[in-house]
């Protein structure tokens, strides 16, 4: 079976902070896929990094961070100087690759940046 | 380049009653997922097209939700009759290709309340 679990259910911070989202995996397959989604209070999903199962180099997109740990299972998503834009929920996800790409989700981190 | 376009935005009705969601991809994009967000918990899959046939509709509860996806474009869920733990976002999403090289392009959902 697949899971994925978000155990930081709500964060605050100040502004310029920084910032770690935690996400934890399950999967029996070899191959597979790993998500991060925003998701601002309009409600659509926007898609921020994905990764697959073979490429463990952490990777740096301005502001944003992501390190994946094969050996813990994690891949965690890290925001430095933290913005009030940042406020959204966030989800990580899974996608094993002979299932084309169904995702699962975790239950999601509210991240309150406050001014 | 358009994105996923969702209709309503909102919706309420009473149980038993009767609702369809719908949904336009973006153009070209073959596969097109129906996914369900109930409050506080992340997106899960209901079912799944690959241009008009179904990959996986194995969460779909087939006794009250059918969906269809005409021509391999639009695609319509339906609930009939609603029940009060209905109540959750219906998400589309869709990608160019089937799996999960290529990420999925969420829209903007259908908050569903029903009463």
């Known amino acids: 079976a697949q899971k994925v679990t978000q155990a930081q259910t709500e964060i605050s911070v100040v502004e310029k902070e920084d910032v770690t989202l935690d996400c934890v995996y399950e999967?029996?397959?070899?191959?597979?896929?790993l998500f991060w989604y925003k998701q601002p209070p309009s409600g659509e999903l926007v898609f921020l990094i994905r990764?697959?199962?073979?490429?463990?180099q952490n990777e740096i997109s301005g502001r944003y961070s992501w390190n994946f740990q094969k050996s813990t299972s994690s891949f965690n998503f890290t925001i430095t100087a933290s913005q009030v834009v940042d406020s959204a929920v966030y989800f990580c996800?899974?996608?094993?690759?002979?299932?084309?790409?169904?995702?699962?989700f975790g239950q999601g981190t509210e991240l309150s940046v406050k001014p | 380049e358009a994105g996923v376009a969702q209709s309503p935005r909102y919706k309420i009705i009473e149980k038993r009653q009767s609702v369809a969601f719908w949904c336009n991809p973006i153009?070209?994009?073959?596969?097109l997922y129906w996914y369900q967000q109930i409050l506080g918990q992340g997106p899960k899959l209901l079912i799944q097209?690959?241009?008009?046939?179904?990959?996986?509709d194995s969460q779909l509860p087939k006794d009250r939700f059918s969906a269809e996806r005409l021509k391999g474009v639009d695609s319509t869920l339906k609930i009939q009759p609603a029940k009060l733990e209905d109540s959750a976002v219906y998400l589309c999403?869709?990608?160019?290709?089937?799996?999960?090289?290529?990420?999925?392009?969420f829209g903007q959902g259908t908050r569903l309340t029903v009463v």
């Open positions: 999967t029996r397959d070899t191959t597979y896929y």
């Open positions: 996800a899974l996608s094993a690759y002979n299932q084309g790409g169904k995702l699962i």
């Open positions: 097209f690959q241009n008009n046939g179904v990959v996986d």
């Open positions: 999403a869709s990608s160019p290709g089937q799996g999960a090289t290529t990420e999925a392009f």
């Open positions: 990764r697959n199962s073979f490429d463990e």
């Open positions: 153009s070209g994009h073959a596969t």
